[in-house]
């Protein structure tokens, strides 16, 4: 999965068809999207499952605020204190979550994508191996 993007938009009629169009243009596949409102700003956390920098483009051609961070999956446990222990184990590490989002809950278990500053760090401390850059960048092209 590509970057989390979570994009401030004003709170009116069709800011996120506007938003999706201009990433469709650009060849940027939304793979999952939750959106938020509070007031009257809206809040959309955008997961692609590519083209990161065409997606930093169009958001700041558009002059949406928004931050990225790498998306990170991570299975747990589906109980209520999951994700508790999960993020206090970032916290520590002195990750910050920009964002979390469910993709999955099958079997007991549950699958989030949590969007990091530190990667590396995260994966660590949460006892996730390290990403092999070389074939993930093989494998792209």
Request: glycine letters at 8%; hydrophobic letters at 40%; aromatic letters at 4%.
């Amino acid at each position: 999965m590509g970057q989390q993007f979570v994009v401030q938009l004003p709170n009116r009629p069709g800011e996120l068809a506007h938003l999706a169009r201009a990433l469709c243009a650009r060849g940027v596949n939304i793979v999952q999207v939750h959106q938020t409102t509070v007031g009257n700003l809206t809040t959309a956390e955008i997961y692609t499952n590519c083209c990161d920098d065409d997606t930093t483009d169009v958001l700041r051609g558009m002059g949406y605020p928004f931050v990225a961070g790498t998306s990170l999956i991570v299975e747990i446990e589906d109980n209520p204190c999951a994700l508790g222990d999960v993020t206090t184990k970032l916290a520590r590490a002195k990750v910050n979550v920009k964002g979390c989002c469910v993709v999955d809950r099958a079997n007991g278990m549950a699958t989030w994508a949590l969007s990091v500053d530190k990667e590396d760090v995260a994966r660590e401390a949460l006892g996730i191996p390290a990403l092999d850059r070389k074939t993930e960048a093989a494998s792209k092209s």
